[in-house]
């Protein structure tokens, strides 16, 4: 008997009864604020997918021997809706969300599912929560895609039971100044044969208290570290960049390769894709040691460093600890107060005109 896949044809919708005011935006705190409906989709192994609905956001019922509650089996994505100035609303490169999300999911044993009717279902949620959309530049609606596996089973096999939710949760700028690092050699938050380059709930829970321990240190993030030549990896739970002046005398942008440690993030490629398309300066994905950075910093070859992602799009690095020493990085020597170098300002005044339609782009998909 074949099992159905996800019809966004069907999909129905229950409004609340009880929607909420606006949220001030002088106010709002990333992921702390939630519209008014949220998206279900349930999966069982027997019939497939079920009818997808747009219901109340609300609390979910999920048994208590459910595999996401003990063995971690979650992945998710980071998205965002964006208001143009004539008042459409755009999403940003989601088929790459999609995509990452299928990836990720295939690799903890969650079934298929039908993406593009997956995010048509996405594309009615932001349409019925639409108002939600903050009209002001900088600001958007997070779109957080979840998916799980729900079957109540303790035994090591694969969820026969999974279900898709998505929320909405409208957001300001995330890091609206320069941010200090302090990079980490002690612990790992990916390893070659590991999971680092999915988007998995699993990767994220350990990373929790080392972070917490280097904002109780006074730094923003971790710049994290692998191997004995003191690989850089990511920052945080961002792609991390650097811009410098390479020990061929060229201007480069290079940032880590797709190695199975990184994640592929969307920000990531779409930086480098705007950045070769200038063709003003050599782009790489390769990998750089902290001793070179170092070494780059103390000659005067560092022009800039900066994290990004989804949620702050970039944000530049300011400083770093690498072995009990402080590094300066340059931002802007021209402005002492810039929050951006001119590179990372340049790069996230084109990808924001092209979220929000300023520029017109295949990479704005409206709703």
Known sequence: MAVSNIDASKLTTTLTQTPKALFDKNKMSFGKN???HML?????????????????????????????????????????????????????????????????SQRIMLPEFDQEQFLQCIKELVKVDQRFVPDEYGYSLYVRPNFIGTEPNLNLTYSREAMLYVYLSPVGPYFPRTVKLY?????????????????????????LKPAMDVVAKGYDQILWLLGDDHYVTEVGTMNFFIFWINDDGEKELVTAPLDGIILPGVTRDSLLSLARQWGEFK??????????????????RMLEAFGAGTACVVCSVSEVCYEDNEYTIPVDPSNPDAVFGPLTSRLRNELLDIQYAKTPSSWAVPV
């Open 34 to 36: 939630f519209t008014d």
């Open 40 to 104: 279900c989709i349930k999966y069982t192994e027997d019939n497939g997918w079920e009818t997808p609905e747009i219901k109340p956001y609300g609390p979910l019922q999920i048994d208590p021997a459910a595999f996401v509650l003990n063995y971690s089996v979650e992945t998710f994505e980071g998205m965002k809706a964006f208001r143009a100035e004539d008042g459409t609303i755009n999403l940003f490169r989601p088929e790459k969300n999609m995509q990452r999300l299928a990836t990720s």
């Open 183 to 207: 990079a980490n050699s002690k612990l790992v938050r990916a390893w070659p044969g590991g999971v680092g380059n999915f988007k998995l709930g699993g990767n994220y829970a350990p990373a």
């Open 283 to 300: 782009v790489s994905e390769r990998k750089i040691t902290m001793p070179e950075v170092v070494r780059a910093i103390e000659d005067g």
